[in-house]
């Protein structure tokens, strides 16, 4: 029973270490400067045609 211990810990440790990581990356990439520019740009109304083949 205390053996598996010895493979949790680390494990557990591990996966908190990588977590941290990937937020840490996230918030200093640049993932988190406008969170409303995303949402605002489906909002905006865009009518050029460019790109759009309608036939």
């Known amino acids: ?3 598996i211990l010895y493979i949790l810990l680390p494990v557990s440790v ?6 941290a990581a990937i937020l840490w990356w996230a918030v200093f990439s640049g993932q988190y400067d406008d969170p ?19 036939g």
């Open 1 to 3: 029973m205390l053996e």
């Open 14 to 19: 591990l996966i908190i270490l990588m977590i």
């Open 36 to 54: 409303e520019q995303s949402g605002q740009s489906v909002l905006d109304d865009d009518d050029s045609t460019s790109g759009r083949s309608d």
